[in-house]
């Protein structure tokens, strides 16, 4: 019972539904971009926030970007 081979499938044979899903994703990954350079951006500039926990929050958002943009 093991797989001995990969099969990589399109998301869709339709040109419309390939752009549906290329602006969709587009759309998720610069939501994505946004939030977290708004709240790493936040964080750097209001001298106030330099508790712990805005720290680990500083680093959950550098690596979300990381990751986002990896993938």
Do not use: K
Request: glycine share 2%.
């Amino acid at each position: 019972s093991s797989v001995t081979e990969f099969t990589l499938l399109a998301f869709a044979d339709t040109r419309e539904l390939q752009l549906l899903h290329f602006w969709l994703f587009l759309a998720i990954y610069l939501a994505s971009l946004l939030s977290n350079g708004l709240i790493i951006t936040a964080i750097a500039c209001d001298h106030l926030l330099r508790t712990p926990m805005y720290f680990f929050l500083l680093n959950l958002s550098l690596i979300d970007l990381g990751s986002i943009s990896t993938t």
